[in-house]
């Protein structure tokens, strides 16, 4: 029926503005080109005519590429499919494959001999000879590192599988550096045992990497992805701390090649330098936290001058409520006996002096009467008004359902004589203040039966509905209705969308009620049509 609209206005939504720039996600990106560094590398090792050329660039090729995949693998499920079981499961299954790979190969410097996958796929295959006994431990830990890494994260133990991922980042490192500074087949006493190919220690970090980024906001690595000074610090000096030593053995290493100092020196100038490098560090981190406790100072200060000045706000408001408040109760009370005073002349001349009163003076003392009685109602109403911010809400469990049937029966003599329909949904129980909810009702059901009072066959409706999780209770009418473009007058203090004349009332009652409904945490709004009705939601917070 007209005057009852369908649902509670949605909430507004706001649309979120396109980045003009899409960033680049470190996780699948890693995620790419350990799968594809994985994929590589066994094709090449299993085609006749490139195995002999991978493996001796990374020596046990089909290895590492199974590791890199498994691993690719692994970190795929964990970004996808994170907390399904199946998902889980093969993930699982994977990271102890890796772990089977770790084992083997661990085992060959052991018992002298190559177990590897590589070797016997090689072999099966009609593939030259096993080139050699491995010595190296270091591939066999870091692929148990590797394997143990998994395990850790799909456990979600994410700090652990971290410190695990930047062991292996650790011994790929001293790979690297080792055979960038000599010869990879030269060394003495334990290096030969503990270091690896250059290739192979490229595919570990790879690997390490992917497992950092796997959860890039959490443990260790969460402290380059925050929004805080920390944060700030470590993205400036990580890259410097990987960075300058880097430098500086390869400085040394072209140094004693070229025969610019020796071996003596180098050991004094070396750590000569890593101390100017950390004393610049230092000099560093000193400087931004500096700059960062400048700005929370200047934070701190520009916070305590906004309290300052809100407390001065808060000051000047409470003046003026209480100015509010002291007009508010001089027009109740000072101008109360002036009222009674007009409207007792008034009657005392209408019923002493009736006989001798022409029909235009006692209409105009009638009219002295009604305003004087509408002047009273006005100052009640604005007294009520003043007083809502200083009474204390007593909230508690109460049922609707029972104010309005309080309400209506309080009220049935005003609708005594009319066809009207009044229906009652379903009210579910709330938590407001008893005597606050029953003016509420009062004033809404008042005016849904003073506006619907020109209807023929008046209808009032009362009830409630859901809205995003909300209790939202209306009250509704099929009365005279108005202008929705007039609407945010509604609940100003004494503004009225309809002629005195049309129908009484003193433009205050809505704004009682909305000022009730905040001071519970809630909100009121209305849908209405000219002629057709309108219908009044609310909400307690």
């Known amino acids: 029926m007209p005057g009852f609209p369908a649902s509670v206005p949605p909430n507004r939504r706001v649309r979120a503005s396109r980045p003009d720039a899409v960033a680049i996600d470190p996780t699948r990106l890693l995620i790419v080109v350990v799968m594809a560094v994985g994929t590589l590398v066994v094709v090449a090792a299993l085609l006749p005519g490139s195995r002999d050329a991978v493996d001796r660039v990374l020596g046990r090729p089909v290895d590492m590429g199974a590791m890199l995949l498994l691993t690719g693998s692994v970190l795929f499920l964990d970004r996808r499919a994170r907390g399904r079981r199946g998902a889980m499961a093969a993930a699982t299954v994977m990271a102890l494959a890796v772990l089977g790979l770790g084992a083997l190969a661990l085992t060959g410097p052991v018992i002298g001999d190559d177990i590897s996958i590589g070797r016997y796929l090689i072999d099966l295959d009609g593939g030259r000879a096993f080139r050699g006994v491995p010595r190296s431990f270091a591939g066999g830990v870091s692929l148990l590192a590797v394997a143990a890494a998994l395990l850790a994260l799909i456990a979600e133990r994410v700090r652990a599988a971290q410190m695990l991922a930047l062991l292996v980042l650790v011994i790929a490192m001293v790979g690297l550096l080792h055979n960038a500074y000599y010869e990879e087949n030269q060394g003495i006493g334990i290096t030969p045992y503990v270091n690896m190919r250059s290739t192979s220690a490229a595919v570990f970090a790879i690997a390490a990497l992917g497992i950092l980024a796997a959860r890039q906001r959490q443990a260790i690595v969460g402290i380059l992805f925050g929004e805080n000074a920390g944060t700030e610090v470590a993205r400036r000096l990580v890259p410097i701390v990987i960075v300058v030593p880097l430098a500086l053995g390869w400085l040394r290493y072209i140094g004693q090649s070229f025969g610019?100092?020796?071996?003596?020196?180098?050991?004094?100038?070396?750590?000569?330098?890593?101390?100017?490098?950390?004393?610049?560090?230092?000099?560093?981190?000193?400087?931004?936290?500096?700059?960062?406790?400048?700005?929370?100072?200047?934070?701190?200060?520009?916070?305590?001058?906004?309290?300052?000045?809100?407390?001065?706000?808060?000051?000047?408001?409470r003046l003026a409520n209480a100015e509010l408040e002291a007009f508010a109760y001089t027009v109740a009370h000072d101008l109360r006996a002036p009222l009674r005073a007009i409207d007792g002349f008034s009657r005392v001349l209408m019923e002493d002096h009736a006989g001798t009163l022409e029909a235009e003076a006692a209409r105009l003392l009638g009219v002295v009467r009604r305003n004087t009685v509408r002047m009273g109602n006005l100052m009640d109403d604005l007294l009520a008004f003043s007083r809502l911010s200083r009474r204390p809400i007593n909230k508690r469990a109460v049922a609707p359902a029972a104010i309005v049937t309080r309400v209506l029966d309080d009220g049935a003599r005003e609708r005594e004589g009319r066809d009207l329909e009044i229906a009652i949904g379903d009210l579910p129980e709330c938590q407001a203040d008893f005597a606050l909810l029953t003016q509420v009702y009062a004033?809404?059901?008042?005016?849904?039966?003073?506006?619907?009072?020109?209807?023929?066959?008046?209808?009032?409706?009362?009830?409630?509905?859901?809205?995003?999780?909300?209790?939202?209770?209306?009250?509704?009418?099929?009365?005279?209705?108005?202008?929705?473009?007039?609407?945010?007058?509604?609940?100003?203090?004494?503004?009225?969308?309809?002629?005195?004349?049309?129908?009484?009332?003193?433009?205050?009652?809505?704004?009682?009620?909305?000022?009730?409904?905040?001071?519970?945490?809630?909100?009121?709004?209305?849908?209405?049509?000219?002629?057709?009705?309108?219908?009044?939601?609310?909400?307690?917070?």
């Not at 070396?270 to 936290?289: D, Q």
């Open 443 to 541: 004033n809404l059901i008042g005016n849904a039966v003073k506006y619907s009072s020109k209807k023929a066959a008046a209808r009032i409706d009362i009830g409630s509905r859901q809205e995003a999780g909300k209790t939202v209770y209306f009250v509704a009418d099929n009365g005279a209705g108005f202008d929705m473009a007039h609407a945010a007058k509604l609940f100003g203090v004494f503004q009225r969308l309809h002629r005195a004349d049309e129908y009484d009332g003193t433009g205050v009652g809505l704004a009682i009620v909305q000022r009730i409904l905040h001071r519970h945490g809630g909100a009121i709004w209305a849908e209405a049509r000219v002629g057709e009705g309108a219908t009044f939601f609310f909400t307690l917070g």
């Open 260 to 317: 610019l100092f020796d071996v003596a020196f180098a050991a004094a100038l070396f750590p000569v330098a890593n101390m100017t490098v950390m004393l610049a560090v230092i000099w560093r981190v000193s400087a931004i936290l500096n700059r960062v406790g400048q700005e929370r100072r200047q934070a701190r200060l520009a916070l305590e001058s906004g309290n300052a000045e809100l407390a001065r706000s808060a000051e000047e408001l």
